[in-house]
């Protein structure tokens, strides 16, 4: 059976750590889209043409603990504004997304523009505030030499950028569950998650 739950939001809203635990609670594949756009602006980074970084992207590139520090996110959400950039991107999320056994896809554009046909639609957000004070206590989690007024400034500035861009801007799917996450525990987000997914698949089966 290919049932597919798109997972979209801001930055650092928590989309992350709900992705990981529905995958896990539903037993489907998990794939953080946005690992692409870091990987792809890593490569910018060290010199090259973000399109041809785009075109060979290759699953050793996906390293996740050299893709989460602040440089490499704002230089994905630049790449993640050139259209040939995701275009290159989009053939493996949509298979990924149609796989057997049921896919979790979390990114900006999963219910909008990649699996517009997704059977499970999620918008996941929360005050720019708290999402900055959660990633400036995971960046410095992980030794990252940050500060506060930084790390809100990075999220304020991601988002404008993700929302006003042209190609496949932030917005929720028409028909997305919002979850707003600024006064929730993790847990509760999780069960808010699972119960909008649960009716989604009680729905699919009717
Ligand atoms: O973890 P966080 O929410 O901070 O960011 P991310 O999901 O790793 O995404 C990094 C950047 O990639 C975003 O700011 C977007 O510009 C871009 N992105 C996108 O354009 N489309 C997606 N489906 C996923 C990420």
């Known amino acids: 059976m290919a049932f597919t739950i798109a997972i979209d939001g801001?930055?650092?809203?928590?989309?992350?750590?709900?992705?990981?635990?529905?995958?896990?609670?539903?037993?489907?594949?998990?794939?953080?889209?946005?690992?692409?756009?870091?990987?792809?602006?890593?490569?910018?980074?060290?010199?090259?043409?973000?399109v041809e970084a785009a075109e060979t992207l290759r699953a050793e590139d996906l390293d996740e603990t050299t893709l989460r520090t602040p440089?490499?996110?704002?230089?994905?959400?630049?790449?993640?504004?050139?259209?040939?950039?995701?275009?290159?991107?989009?053939?493996?999320?949509?298979?990924?997304?149609?796989?057997?056994?049921?896919?979790?896809?979390?990114?900006?554009d999963i219910g909008t523009v990649i699996c517009p046909e997704a059977e499970a639609k999620l918008f996941v957000t929360a005050s720019a505030e708290v999402r900055a004070e959660r990633r400036f206590r995971e960046l410095t989690g992980n030794g990252v030499d940050t500060d506060f007024a930084a790390v809100l400034a990075d999220v304020k500035e991601r988002d404008a950028r993700d929302m006003g861009r042209a190609d496949a801007p932030l917005r929720p799917a028409e028909d997305a569950v919002e979850i707003d996450t600024s006064d929730m525990a993790i847990d509760a987000a999780v069960a808010a998650a699972i119960a909008a997914v649960d009716a989604?698949?009680?729905?699919?089966q009717t």
């Open 10 to 50: 801001p930055a650092a809203a928590g989309k992350g750590t709900i992705s990981r635990a529905v995958a896990a609670h539903y037993g489907f594949a998990h794939l953080d889209t946005g690992l692409l756009y870091r990987a792809v602006g890593a490569r910018m980074l060290d010199g090259m043409d973000p």
């Open 71 to 108: 440089d490499v996110a704002q230089a994905a959400s630049k790449v993640a504004a050139i259209g040939a950039v995701r275009a290159a991107l989009v053939d493996f999320q949509r298979a990924f997304a149609r796989r057997a056994g049921g896919a979790v896809l979390d990114g900006r």
């Open 200 to 204: 989604a698949l009680e729905e699919s």
